[in-house]
Structure formats: C-alpha cells, structure tokens
C-alpha cells in the first residue's frame, strides 16, 4: 500500500483489486519512550494484539498504547474498492503530493489513477518478458519509469503513455527507481544494496 496522499491510502493486492481509503490517524494514549517511537503508520497489525480492557484500545508494547475511534471503526472509511486490473498487481506508487496513482501488474500494463476514475492504461515496453519489479512518477506528474529484474528501464510520458527511452543498466536485478534533480535523472537500486545514477540528459 502507499499512503502519501495526506488524505487517503491507496491499496492492492493479489486479488486485482485497488481500494481507496480514508487515512484516519488513531489517538495515542500512552505515548512511547523515545527509544521506541514509532508512528503508527508503521506498525503492523498483527503487533496489536494486546488489549487494555476496551475493544477499541490497543497496545503495541508497554511503552505505547492508541485508541480507535469506534465510531470510525464502524463507519464505512473506503471510498472506492474495484478490479483495476486483468492480473496480479505488482507493484505501486504515487506523485510527490499523492494526487496521482501508478501500477504495473503481471499483465505487463501501466496504469495511472487521479483516486477516482481511470487516467491512462498503456503497456510496458520492457524488450524482454519479465515484469516490473519497480516503478516511479515524477515529482511534476509528467513522467512514469519502471524497471525490471533484468535490468531494464522504461521512461513513459504520463499524458499518453508514450515511450520515450528504454536502457539498460548493468545491476542485479532493479527493486527501486526514483526520479531525481527536475526529471533530469534516475536513481536506481538493485537487491544487493548497490546504487547506480543514471543522467536522462
């Protein structure tokens, strides 16, 4: 899932599908020790699992506590929840303020969201089969790339999904990219930990 819409959270799965939901921060009741801060964003459900005497009051350890509003709870907070896609949804991101939703799924298509209807579906134009491990959108919105296991990189135009460069790098296999200074570079990473800058100029 991702979750940099300061409003809503966007998540997919194996199931095809793609819900949008509104992020709703709980109240903390037992703030942690420093040591142990951690944003509630960050945890994982399976770690609530000790109750303080009350259905809709958690504790993560012994150090922090939060409360759900139960009202909230019960309340309907998904806004939309559809099949977005033909095949398994892979991998995903958003925009620098969250306004704009990508994915790449295992039917090789790119797809971009504003959080309601559907912008543009376009296919990857990877040379070889293998999926996108990875995909990134420029901090304007104007460009999309992805990249895969076998080193390729895709550069698109958001607005109609065009190709407009294909490389590729010599790594182990990408796992991340991120546009960088303006759009006029990429930074990629790979399994191993290693980084490489590639200058799109």
Not at 108 to 126: A, D, P, R, S
């Amino acid at each position: 899932f991702t979750n940099a819409h300061p409003d809503y959270f966007y998540s997919a799965g194996l199931d095809n599908r793609l819900v949008i939901a509104k992020a709703v921060a709980p109240k903390v009741v037992k703030p942690a020790k420093k040591k142990d801060y951690r944003t509630v964003s960050k945890m994982k459900v399976n770690s609530w699992t000790k109750s303080r005497g009350k259905k809709n009051v958690f504790s993560v350890n012994e150090n922090m506590s939060f409360e759900v509003d139960e009202k909230l709870e019960a309340g309907d907070l998904v806004v939309k929840d559809w099949k977005a896609s033909t095949d398994y949804i892979l991998k995903m991101c958003t925009n620098e303020d969250g306004s704009i939703l990508a994915f790449v799924s295992k039917d090789h298509m790119v797809n971009l969201y504003n959080g309601n209807t559907n912008i543009i579906k376009f296919q990857e134009k990877n040379a070889s089969p293998t999926w996108a491990s990875c995909l990134c959108i420029s901090q304007d919105g104007q460009y999309i790339a992805t990249g895969s296991s076998d080193n390729y990189v895709c550069i698109y135009r958001a607005e109609n999904g065009t190709c407009l460069r294909v490389i590729r790098v010599h790594m182990q296999g990408l796992n991340s990219i991120t546009f960088l200074q303006d759009n006029t570079m990429l930074l990629l990473g790979c399994a191993s930990g290693a980084g490489v800058f590639v200058d799109l100029e």
